[in-house]
């Protein structure tokens, strides 16, 4: 048998390391490995920045990949009864089904999940391909594949003779990030790894073992270390990138290798990392420091104005804000920039490519399924996340997180739960009595023009087909808002493309990796002035309140302790990067992915104060139409929807079962 599952193994993991994937990639209409002569694919920056475009090429559209996209795994938002029958990876997660990410055979195996490759053909045997097709990606196997793809760049660098310093320094560069990058992508998910820093031959068999979290990381930072010394801050900066000018922003630069140093580093000093390292359940306090020095570098550079890199500003509304993750009438411009009072302003920092077209799934998913979308079943965002959108004084709801509890000193009142919150709340979730569709054109959108959310005594027909509609009591509206459904049809090349990494993530990962490491939230890095609570408060501070003011910074109560801080510093990552793929590494690293509340999603009920005449047919005869939040409700309560039943091995997803069976250094993830 274990002879069996080696044969298996040479045509599934390594095969990707033994260079076997449907390529496709150009750069100036020059093809990897296009010329006649193999070594003039590195002669000089033209052909060999066309060897290295296939890189871009192997990063996943996590959030466009497949029909459904399920990369919120955390305690962010509730499936529907369809999920089972489609053997959705968001159910499977809950299930604990970790194995579901591995597809099966061309069906839904993987069921949304960009981790394994999916979409096989003839074509495309494997699944994966670095053409132009979104659903050929996936992160394991076009994680190794980059890898070996960087090596191979990396062993031919001397044969780059027709180029300047500047030119070599850019490959060598983007090749060293690449390395690190796929490496890092890795051990997230499936802890440490062998490094493979070098070309591995076909015929012999491998041996190398699999390293601590720790020891990966450091070699992941090394590479990265490398990169920031040889690449520009800008593409557009450097005679290299004239041939490109004004379509670089998505290619590698110094700011993208400092700012994943420090996530490496801030991910090997977090305290699952350091405990499947050998060390305690606490953080690491000497990789949180060398986390807070290498965002410190990109930080002083985005305060003295010498990067590129900006917060968006909030704009109307959010209207300026919401640009980094969707944009809509603009032609199909990738999201991650916005443009307000004629400045630029630029916060995502690593995409991937977006692969062409305008038509994302992304845009009708989370619509709620029978109402606004002909769709068989939606995701709804769960009561407990929605709870982490506090009020906008800067506390917290209240200090249990939950909903149905008043709180005097915040302000929460559960007859008025969606009065007075962080405007950030309004941007991302449809509540009760909120207006979800403009046309009167049929009766049936205006059956539907309001939410009817309550579920009491009374059941709305948001909520009363049970296998469809919401089962938590919210909509999600972060990707759909006002106007983007069925009825209004207000989509116009539409594009949701959600950054891996964007700047205020960035300002958090400071924040938390300075309070951590020096466990004082004073400490600055040596090279940024800032402390942690400056971090934070940046980030909240460029949210506006609607009379113009900044939205508050961290209340004094929670700045009497780093451990009491850090409470804050999770809620506030669950606010600003929701539904934005953080979560689950988040819980995971922070060892609260089993723990209460963590491992539960919850939905409301409710009545609403003057009660609604037809639930079918709605009369509307609430009191207020344009600020829903003004609309009085009754007998709320919080009930839980699912608890997972999760242990220890769920903090790491296990191997391919084939990938395991190779070698005995090659191991499977405990628990598996």
């Known amino acids: 048998m274990k002879k069996y599952n080696k044969i298996v193994l ?20 020059i093809k990897s490995g296009a010329t006649g002569n193999p070594d003039d694919a590195y002669a000089n ?32 938002e509730m499936w529907q009864q369809n999920a089972t029958t489609q053997n959705a990876w968001v159910w499977n997660v809950d299930l604990g089904n ?21 979409n096989t053909s003839i074509l ?35 044969k780059m003779i027709d180029a300047t310093q500047e030119e070599k320094d850019i490959i060598a560069g983007q090749l060293y990030f690449f390395r690190a990058w796929f490496h890092l992508q890795i051990i997230t998910y499936w802890g440490g790894m062998p490094y493979i820093d070098q070309i591995l031959p076909s015929d012999q068999p491998l041996r190398f073992p699999r390293l601590t979290y720790q020891q990966t990381a450091d070699k992941i930072g090394e590479d990265f270390k490398k990169a920031y010394e040889l690449l520009p801050g800008n593409w557009d900066d450097v005679a290299a990138g004239n041939a490109t000018k004004g379509k670089n922003e998505l290619r590698i630069n110094k700011w993208m290798a400092t700012a994943y140093l420090g996530k490496n580093y801030l991910y090997a000093g977090s305290p699952l990392m350091n405990k499947s390292s050998g060390g305690g359940e606490q953080y690491n306090a000497e990789y949180c420091k060398k986390a807070a020095e290498a965002f410190g570098n990109l930080l002083n550079a985005v305060e003295n104005g010498s990067c590129q890199y900006r917060l968006l500003p909030w704009g109307i509304n959010g209207t300026s804000y ?24 630029l916060e995502a920092i690593f995409r991937g490519p977006n692969y062409g077209g305008t038509g994302q799934s992304m845009d009708k998913e989370y619509l709620c ?23 906008n004084n800067g506390l917290p709801i209240n200090s249990a997180s939950k ?10 009142d559960t007859h008025y739960p969606w009065k007075n919150r962080d405007p950030r709340f309004y941007l991302n979730f449809g509540f009760d009595t909120r207006k979800m569709v403009n046309s009167t054109g049929t009766a049936q959108a205006k059956q539907y023009t309001y939410a009817n959310l309550y579920d009491g005594a009374k059941v709305g027909n948001y909520r009363s087909e049970r296998n469809k509609g919401s089962n938590t009591g919210y909509l999600l509206m972060k990707f759909d808002p006002l106007g983007f459904n069925k009825f209004d049809n207000a989509f116009n090349n539409h594009q949701i493309h959600i950054p891996w990494m964007r700047l205020s993530d960035v300002y958090l990962m400071y924040a938390e990796a300075i309070a951590m490491g020096h466990n004082n939230i004073h400490a600055t890095a040596t090279n940024f002035g800032q402390d942690a609570v400056a971090a934070i408060n940046k980030v909240r501070n460029r949210v506006l309140l609607p009379n113009g003011t900044p939205l508050p910074g961290v209340n004094v109560a929670f700045l009497t302790s780093p451990e009491i801080f850090m409470s804050e510093v999770r809620r506030e990552r669950a606010v600003e990067l929701a539904y934005e793929g953080h979560r689950f590494h988040d819980l995971r690293r922070w060892l609260l992915l089993t723990k209460y509340p963590y491992n539960i999603k919850t939905g409301i009920t409710f009545d609403r104060d003057i009660p609604e005449t037809n639930d079918v047919t709605p009369t ?53």
């Open 369 to 391: 399924a029978g109402v606004l979308n002909d769709r068989s079943w939606s995701q709804y965002p769960t009561a407990n996340y929605v709870n982490y959108f506090g009020m």
């Open 45 to 76: 920056f033209r052909n060999f920045q066309g060897f290295t475009e296939e890189l871009y090429n192997c990063i996943p559209s996590f959030c466009n990949r497949d029909d459904n996209n399920f990369f919120n795994n955390g305690e962010e």
């Open 322 to 345: 919401e640009q980094v993750y969707r944009t809509n009438g603009q032609g199909g411009r990738m999201p991650g920039s916005a443009v307000e009072n004629g400045v630029q302003y």
């Open 98 to 118: 970790f194995r579901a990410w591995v597809a099966n055979n061309g069906q839904l195996g993987a069921g949304g999940s960009f981790l394994d490759a999916n």
């Open 10 to 29: 040479c045509c599934g993991l390594f095969l990707f390391l033994a260079g076997s994937i449907t390529s496709c990639s150009d750069y100036l209409d």
């Open 124 to 158: 495309v045997p494997n699944g994966l391909s670095t053409d132009n097709d979104k659903k050929t990606k996936a992160l394991w196997g076009g994680s190794w594949y980059g890898i070996r793809k960087a090596n191979i760049g990396l062993a031919n660098l001397d």
């Open 403 to 412: 909903a149905d509890v008043d709180d005097a000193v915040s302000g929460y």
């Open 620 to 672: 509307n005869v609430f009191l207020d139409k344009v600020n829903p939040e003004n609309n009085k409700i009754n007998n709320l309560k919080e009930y839980v929807v699912f608890e997972r039943l999760y242990s220890d091995k769920h903090y790491w997803l296990p191997l391919k079962q084939t990938d395991a069976s190779i070698y005995l250094e090659f191991d499977q993830n405990p628990g598996w």
